[in-house]
């Protein structure tokens, strides 16, 4: 991402179904004096706007949430149809695009601030400081493909609550969401270009990242973000850069529950989630029983065509990404570092759900993320060994364990040093107003929309 920008007046972005290759939308390319104007007047928008009450701003959002309930069909038929999504999870992701909305009005009603005496010791000035919390101006939102309306809202949803402007630059692969949702908010009554959307690839972004901008909040991987948080300068930054996520099965877990979460964790969106199981830690005394229960039930994931509403699982967001899942897949089988279960082909962008056993710490498919329906097992004998083994990786997203031992959940949330710790639950659990994010190379700050608020705010102290 450190090309300089080479922008065409009149380019369009053509999407196409992953599943079919059908044409389902173009849009117009942003260029830069097209993305400098969208800054520029989401300045001007914002001026208006950070004097603006949280009742008012509470009142937008629960506007639009309303209009996505009542657009709801057919968002998720344009989400299904632009990055794959079976129709059901679009259906589940548009249903948490407004709760998240609703969470950050709520959220705007309770961006209290403080008072501190400044006479704590001896000698200390009689004074009372006040802390309030303001707008930091206009935020940047970049996403990905993968949930292109939740994970905008979960940016602009707090961003607005705190009083900013909002311009979006969505997934050049599914764009069509976003776009779908600024015209929402026109339609609720937003005032005029608090919230715009701009489009592009890695050119767009940077440019947009280069702008007199306030906050930038990206969704991506490590590589690109870094590029935008160099791009960025003195910029505040709130990235969320992705996870090699464990999940962890202890002998006296409930393997069936266990074995459900697997499959739902890795198997959801074809296994493009960044909280996704990407490395199944199984202890030896249950790794026989569990793998069998596994394998029967990843036997009866039906996946094809996303738009149908029995299909459990749709293809990968495009063909290259299913030849970069093959890639890895094939790696790893070849350099024995691990032994293919079931799966482990695709037609097209089409992933047949995959399981390999034996999997080596240094395996291709788990030595980096791995976007794809990949189950990868790995086993151990203690606690400790496999925390060792995780803590050492580079990401730190989240992390499942499952086990009713107190003593072991001590350990485990302890021990690991990743964001979040899920009991009983796979790593890709997610609430909308907690906070969601991790340590090292998997990002900068925290989602979640009531932690968002205050990192999307500029305290200010006023002494008296």
Known sequence: MTQVATFKAGSTITVRNPFNGEIVGEIAESTLSGI???VARA?????????????????????????????????????SSEMGKTIREARNEVRRAQNTLKLSGDAATFL????????????????LATITYEPVGVAAAITPFNYPLNLLCHKLGPAIAAG????????????LAAERL???????????????????????????ARSPINLLSFTGGPTAGLALKNATGLVRCLMELGGNDPLFVM??????????????????IAGQSCAAVKKLYLHRDIERAFTEKLLAEVDAVEFGDPSLDDTDMGPLIDAAAARNVQERI??????????????????????????????AADAPVIADETFGPVIAIRTFNEAAEAIAEVNAGEYGLQAGVFTNDHAVIKQFSRDLVVGGVMINEGPDFRAEHVPFGGVKRSGLGREGVRIALREMSEPKVVID
Do not use: M
């Not at 601030?113 to 000035?125: K, P, Q, R, T």
């Open 36 to 38: 400098a104007a969208a």
């Open 43 to 79: 300045k001007i928008a914002q001026q208006e706007f950070r004097r603006s009450t949280p009742a008012l701003r509470r009142s937008l959002l629960s506007a639009l949430a309303a209009e996505i309930a009542a657009d709801a069909e057919e968002l998720a038929r344009i989400i």
């Open 112 to 127: 209290d601030g403080e008072a501190l005496h400044c006479a704590i010791v001896e000698g200390g000035a009689d004074r």
């Open 164 to 175: 900013n402007a909002v311009v979006a630059k969505p997934s050049p692969k599914a764009p």
């Open 182 to 208: 600024c015209a929402l908010a026109e339609r609720s009554g937003w005032p005029r270009n608090l919230f715009q959307v701009v489009h592009g690839g890695a050119d767009t972004a940077l440019s947009l």
């Open 251 to 268: 002998p006296d877990a409930d393997l069936d529950k266990a074995v459900a979460t697997t499959i739902g964790h890795r198997f959801e």
């Open 330 to 359: 094939d790696a790893t089988i070849a350099g024995r570092r691990g032994k293919l279960l079931t799966g482990g082909n695709h037609a097209g962008a089409l992933f047949a759900p995959t399981v390999i056993s034996e999997i």
